[in-house]
């Protein structure tokens, strides 16, 4: 059981948005920092953003002052506002998370299965 959820992918215009969920499921207990992470194929997997269970955020610098990460913790959700996306944006994107899960006694960290996020220009 994948305990990690996104949804919200798809095709989006330069200059619209588009936003991406994603939720923890499956017995969690707590959750420390949730991220995003995105790639294209051929190259590494990179880091979007991330935010702590406090709320303090940190950004790419490619997508710094358009997208905004938040997170519901009561929902044990994280989100990815999309805003002014560039079509070098397009990657599929991944959630990330440090869970703590009943039945275990250390967090562990878990990812998403992706989601296709696609900017046309």
């Known amino acids: 059981q994948v305990p990690l959820v996104e949804s919200g992918g798809g095709l989006v215009q330069t200059g619209g948005s588009l936003r991406l969920s994603c939720a923890a499921s499956?017995?969690?207990?707590?959750?420390?920092?949730m991220s995003w992470y995105r790639q294209t194929p051929g190259k590494q997997r990179e880091l979007v953003a991330t935010?702590?269970?406090?709320?303090?955020?940190n950004y790419a610098d490619s997508v710094k002052g358009r997208f905004t990460i938040s997170r519901d913790n009561a929902k044990n959700t994280v989100y990815l506002q999309m805003n002014s996306p560039k079509p070098e944006d397009t990657a599929v994107y991944y959630c990330?998370?440090?869970?703590?899960?009943?039945?275990?006694?250390?967090?562990?960290?878990?990812w998403g299965q992706g989601t296709q996020v696609t900017v046309s220009s």
């Open positions: 935010i702590t269970r406090g709320g303090s955020t």
């Open positions: 499956g017995g969690i207990v707590s959750i420390n920092a």
């Open positions: 990330n998370a440090d869970l703590l899960r009943v039945g275990t006694v250390s967090f562990r960290e878990y």
